[in-house]
């Protein structure tokens, strides 16, 4: 019985000892600066290169002997010096010295990537030799695009530049930078030094300057200095020699004081005797003041309220002459208006009354006009008529007799028809008859035989003026004399 209760004990006691330690050993927990990799059984995250792990940050996880293994990746900080030297663009030689803080990124894809890289120990070296390599090769190619100036004055500006420019080969190396400083511009030709020269001489130059003007100006300030000095020995002295006169001047009125005091006396019965006649003098105005001022005054201010009434009435007396004046020039000026009102109206009537009387009067003289004209356009009509109608009989008679007529016409143009047949000799001076009164017998028949035809042809001018219902110029005249007759 008593064994069965020890090993009870034992096996109470010692199973939950074992237990804790078993869970000891199996359970793992990374520190807070670290990450836990577990490769093996039940690892359940591949990585780019094929591997399998699981990875546990701020917390534990279990880790199954021979079936899983446990691996720790630091999560810190660490440092990278980097020492570059190369060329600027004008192609001076150049180095940078620096330093890069970097360490693995706390998310699972950095993990990853550090973890596939770095995770045994002897790797860490290569971490450092990797990030110098990269940073080297960037700081060489800015370095290569900047002036000796812009790096000096720009070290931040660069150390930015390197940070983007490696941002993806840090990424893929699970890195993140945390810090880059450019800590100094290496100088092998001695090139900034001599950029520096100039600027030290000016720094140099404006000290020495400046130690002038300071000295100058403590010289004047030394010599400002004597002179307050000089000054303050000038007015002790003035007061020391005012101290003494006024230790003099006290001594002479010490030795005056029996004089001064004698004429202080004196002094005292004249003050007393002036006031004394001050006294009768005020006494004496008073009396002339009520006696004689007074009633003067009185005299005077009745006259003056006196003068004021008479002017105040003369004024008032004025006014309303003045008024009345106004008054009538303002009735009269009424009245005037008035009268031309009325002028002006009786004016208007006349005109109008005028104006109505030409107009009647203009109606009359248009009406009989009208008339006048009517009677001398029926007149005129009826005397063309009648002129119309004994031209119409005459041209009818001409037509019955037209040969007779012709024949006249021709008779009344025979002159004129025998003029222009003998033209031809206007321009003969002399002509020379042959043959006697044979060939003057002859010329003549000439003539007569040119006028024959032209007789023929005025004659059928005529015939063919009438023959074609022209009527001819007595026809003409009397449609002219129609017309005329119509037209009135």
């Known amino acids: 019985m008593g064994t069965a209760v020890v090993i009870v004990i034992a096996a109470v006691v010692v199973v939950p000892i074992l237990l804790g330690l078993l869970f000891k050993v199996l359970w793992r927990v990374p520190a807070a600066d670290e990450a836990l990799i577990i490769t093996g059984f039940g690892a359940r995250r591949a990585s780019p290169e094929g591997k399998v792990f699981r990875i546990v940050t701020g917390g534990g996880a279990m880790v199954l002997p021979i079936l899983q293994k446990a691996q720790y990746l630091s999560l810190k900080a660490d440092k990278a010096i980097l020492e570059v030297e190369g060329v600027d663009q004008q192609k001076i030689p150049v180095g940078v010295r620096g330093v890069a803080i970097f360490k693995v990124g706390d998310d699972e894809q950095s993990i990853t990537n550090a973890a596939t890289r770095f995770l045994e120990g002897s790797n860490r070296g290569q971490m450092h030799d990797l990030v110098r390599e990269v940073f080297h090769g960037h700081l060489r190619s800015i370095i290569g695009g900047l002036s000796v100036e812009d790096l000096i004055a720009n ?92 230790i003099d001047r006290q001594a002479a009125i010490s030795a005056q004081s029996g004089p001064l005091a004698d004429a202080e006396a004196r002094k005292s019965v004249v003050v007393q005797e002036t006031a004394v006649a001050n006294l009768v003098a005020e006494r004496e105005e008073k009396r002339l003041d009520s006696s004689v001022r007074k009633p003067a005054d009185a005299e005077a201010y009745r006259k003056r309220v006196e003068a004021e009434g008479e002017r105040a009435a003369r004024i008032e007396l004025a006014e309303a002459s003045k008024r009345e004046v106004e008054l009538k020039a303002e009735a009269a000026a009424r009245q005037t208006e008035l009268q031309a009102a009325a002028n002006a109206r009786q004016v208007e009537l006349a005109a109008a009354a005028e104006s109505k009387r030409i107009e009647q009067v203009g109606v009359a003289e248009a009406t009989a006009t009208e008339a006048t004209g009517r009677a001398d356009g029926e007149a005129i009509r009826a005397r063309g008529t009648a002129e119309a109608d004994a031209i119409a009989r005459r041209a009818e008679a001409l037509a019955a007799e037209s040969e007779a007529v012709i024949a006249q016409q021709v008779a009344e143009k025979l002159p004129e028809i025998v003029a222009a047949a003998a033209g031809a000799f206007n321009n003969v001076d002399s002509m020379t008859v042959l043959n006697g009164a044979q060939g003057v017998t002859e010329v003549m028949n000439q003539l007569i035989a040119q006028a024959g035809p032209a007789l023929d042809l005025a004659r059928g001018t005529f015939r063919n003026g009438h023959g074609n219902g022209g009527g001819g110029p007595v026809e003409a005249a009397g449609k002219a004399t129609e017309r005329e007759g119509s037209g009135s």
């Open 155 to 246: 070290r931040n500006e660069l150390a930015q530049q390197t940070r983007d420019a490696s941002n993806d080969e840090m990424q893929k190396l699970g890195l993140v930078v945390d810090s880059m400083q450019i800590q100094e511009i290496i100088d092998p030709t001695g090139y900034i030094k001599a950029l520096g020269e100039p600027r030290a001489a000016e720094v140099k130059k404006q000290a020495r300057i400046a130690q002038a003007l300071a000295d100058r100006e403590a010289t004047e300030r030394e010599q400002e200095a004597e002179a307050l000095k000089a000054q303050a020995r000038r007015n002790s002295q003035i007061k020391q020699a005012e101290y003494q006169a006024d």
